[in-house]
């Protein structure tokens, strides 16, 4: 299929950290910066998307943004070639300390590659498979979310719920941490270098040191906002048999866990039901329908606010050292605030009996976050602030 040059056109990027919450949700913030864009100068920009998972990748996207797609065709770009730079700097099968060692090596190195990558002509895809090529000259803007690497190429606004440095600096405190002291240091410098230079930090409340009463901004354009996701819509549909919906999975005791809500009458739901044994495919939009009893997931915040605002009770696993130190304090904040579980092997019935504790926390501080902040739809808030900060200094 040949290319359809476009070179009329402005543009968003989005750069993100591992996994599929991150692409998801700067996709969100680029589609909620595009509305306010709009309305302050009628004009909309496309938004390229780093393509590095593959059909699965476009797939979940298609699934997330069809009502997008049919109302604003190909404005969603990916981007084959700046993803597979990213194989060279995120997990893949790596534990964490091989991961960290990787990143460290590359992640300058790539920030690079990606420079020259998007400074010249791009050939990207739309959602529906056709051939886009570009300027990368008509990039625009940069919006992340806890970047891994720099791109350098645009004005860029920082989204997070702590910075990459903050959380490798507190890494030291943990105990049994897999990370040796001479790594953490190398990739607290490459995290500085990162996270440097961009025009604002948005970091998100409830966020991973949300738990530290003390905490004091890391950068001199830090502002704290609402939940950088779309709040969850409610989810009203009926005939969903009681049950749990599953978003993590490889963590020992859970096979124990599937069988006690098998013997409890509770139906299992996960998007990956080839790795949840015996359950039911589904999206996560039916976390917030009254039939699910909870979800069970890494205390990723995509996950948690999701929970916390829905008001579906959260699970979350035990923190193991050998794994990303993000988790450790996520799982500190969420249980000092009280709005989630972390499992560590209790049966099932005194889990569920826990649950309305839960429920009545994520209410409490979802009820003190809109009366901070206005609103518990941290995207919108952000695309206003970034959008106005954009059109008057760079338009």
């Not at 600096?169 to 001479?182: D, G, L």
């Amino acid at each position: 299929m040949l290319p359809i040059t476009d070179y009329r056109r402005r543009y968003i990027v989005t750069n993100f950290a591992y996994g599929t919450g991150p692409f998801l949700r700067t996709t969100d913030l680029a589609i909620a910066f595009n509305r306010e864009y709009e309305k302050l100068t009628g004009s909309r920009l496309g938004i390229i998307v780093p393509w590095l998972y593959g059909e699965r990748q476009k797939q979940v996207m298609l699934e997330e943004f069809s009502e997008h797609e049919a109302e604003h065709p190909a404005e969603i770009l990916l981007d084959r070639t700046l993803g597979a730079l990213y194989s060279k700097v995120f997990y893949g099968s790596h534990n964490y300390a091989d991961a960290l060692t990787q990143w460290v090596e590359q992640a300058l190195l790539t920030s690079r590659e990606a420079y020259h990558h998007l400074s010249g002509e791009l050939i990207l895809e739309t959602l529906s498979g056709d051939i886009r090529r570009v300027r990368g000259k008509d990039i625009a803007l940069e919006l992340n979310r806890s970047p891994r690497i720099r791109f350098g190429v645009a004005p860029s606004y920082f989204t997070s719920f702590a910075s990459l440095t903050e959380i490798l600096e507190q890494a030291r405190t943990i105990k049994n941490f897999v990370v040796s002291p001479k790594l953490l240091k190398q990739a607290i410098e490459t995290a500085r270098e990162v996270e440097r230079g961009h025009e604002q930090y948005a970091i998100a409340h409830p966020g991973t040191f949300s738990y530290q009463k003390n905490r004091q901004s890391r950068f001199e354009k830090e502002i704290l906002v609402p939940p950088i996701a779309p709040p969850p819509k409610p989810n009203r549909e009926r005939g969903i048999k009681p049950g749990i919906f599953v978003t993590v999975t490889g963590i020992p005791g859970l096979e124990r866990l599937y069988r006690e809500a098998s013997d409890l009458g509770l139906a299992l739901y996960s998007n990956d039901t080839d790795s949840v044994s015996g359950s039911t495919r589904a999206l996560p939009h039916i976390i917030s329908n009254k039939s699910i009893r909870f979800q069970f997931a890494r205390s990723g915040w995509s996950s948690v606010w999701i929970s916390m605002i829905s008001g579906t009770p959260l699970l979350v696993p035990e923190y193991d050292p050998t794994d990303d130190p993000e988790i450790c304090f996520n799982n500190r904040c969420v249980e000092a605030l009280g709005i989630a579980i972390v499992y560590r092997g209790e049966p099932l019935s005194e889990l569920l009996s826990r649950t309305d504790d839960v429920r009545s926390a994520s209410r409490r501080v979802s009820a003190e976050v809109k009366k901070r902040f206005g609103t518990l739809d941290g995207n919108t808030y952000c695309a206003k602030l970034f959008a106005k900060d954009f059109v008057t200094r760079y338009k």
